[in-house]
């Protein structure tokens, strides 16, 4: 700076100080995707202030990279770390055969689950239905079924006369349709899942449940007879 008339003394001595402006720097503090979270203004030799830890859905926050926050020298960014959660899925399969739970990072790939299987039953579908990804919490799925149903075929066995198929379903119970079948010189006594009445008595109307586990199986029974005397 060009100067004039400091002093009006013969050989006076005059002291000029230095004077100094602290440096200052800028450091951001960037999530996983570079999202800036926060920017300070921090001076030279000072330390950054971490802002509250983030967030991220199916990730815990570690820390900060770099992780020393002390002793600021320059423009910074420090980048938020995280590390992948696992979690589970588990299958509550109502009475059906068991399924195994399933543990793996989030939106990893799930694999495909075996439907399990139950007497009397179809499998239908699960409760939520399954995710293809791993989700980002816990979750259990519960398995539908459907009844199977089958049907029941009346033989008159040398008796005369129609009878309609009965369709009854798994698990339901259900009287058998009332024997209209006749047969001279002859009294019906029942029915009996062979001819020759070596197989399972049934009575007229009988109330019956689960004769069969097969979806669409047909059963049949026969009319039983007794020879009228006199």
């Given at each position: 700076?060009?100067?004039?008339?400091?002093?009006?003394?013969?050989?006076?001595?005059?002291?000029?100080?230095?004077?100094?402006?602290?440096?200052?720097?800028?450091?951001?503090?960037?999530?996983?995707?570079?999202?800036?979270?926060?920017?300070?203004?921090?001076?030279?030799?000072?330390?950054?202030?971490?802002?509250?830890?983030?967030?991220?859905?199916?990730?815990?926050?570690?820390?900060?990279?770099?992780?020393?926050?002390?002793?600021?020298?320059?423009?910074?960014?420090?980048?938020?770390?995280?590390?992948?959660?696992?979690?589970?899925?588990?299958?509550?399969?109502?009475?059906?055969?068991?399924?195994?739970?399933?543990?793996?990072?989030?939106?990893?790939?799930?694999?495909?689950?075996?439907?399990?299987?139950?007497?009397?039953?179809?499998?239908?579908?699960?409760?939520?239905?399954?995710?293809?990804?791993?989700?980002?919490?816990?979750?259990?799925?519960?398995?539908?079924?459907?009844?199977?149903?089958?049907?029941?075929?009346?033989?008159?066995?040398?008796?005369?006369?129609?009878?309609?198929?009965?369709?009854?379903?798994?698990?339901?119970?259900?009287?058998?349709?009332?024997?209209?079948?006749?047969?001279?010189?002859?009294?019906?006594?029942?029915?009996n899942t062979s001819a020759d009445g070596s197989g399972?008595?049934?009575?007229?109307?009988?109330?019956?449940?689960?004769?069969?586990?097969?979806?669409?199986?047909?059963?049949?029974?026969?009319?039983?007879?007794?020879?009228?005397?006199?």
């Open positions: 700076q060009s100067v004039q008339n400091l002093s009006t003394t013969q050989d006076e001595q005059i002291t000029l100080y230095a004077q100094w402006a602290q440096d200052t720097y800028t450091v951001r503090f960037l999530d996983y995707d570079n999202t800036v979270l926060e920017s300070q203004t921090v001076a030279h030799g000072n330390a950054a202030t971490a802002p509250t830890n983030p967030t991220r859905t199916g990730y815990t926050f570690t820390g900060w990279s770099p992780s020393d926050l002390t002793n600021i020298t320059k423009d910074t960014d420090f980048i938020a770390e995280y590390s992948i959660n696992q979690y589970t899925l588990t299958f509550n399969t109502d009475g059906g055969s068991p399924v195994a739970d399933i543990t793996q990072d989030f939106d990893t790939t799930l694999p495909t689950v075996t439907d399990p299987t139950k007497t009397g039953y179809s499998f239908d579908s699960w409760t939520p239905e399954l995710p293809s990804n791993m989700p980002a919490g816990d979750q259990t799925h519960t398995a539908n079924w459907t009844p199977i149903s089958y049907e029941i075929l009346f033989d008159a066995n040398e008796g005369t006369g129609s009878m309609t198929n009965q369709t009854l379903t798994y698990d339901s119970e259900a009287n058998l349709t009332e024997n209209t079948f006749t047969r001279t010189g002859w009294t019906f006594t029942g029915w399972t008595d049934y009575s007229n109307e009988q109330s019956v449940q689960n004769l069969s586990t097969t979806q669409d199986e047909q059963i049949t029974l026969y009319a039983q007879w007794a020879q009228d005397t006199y």
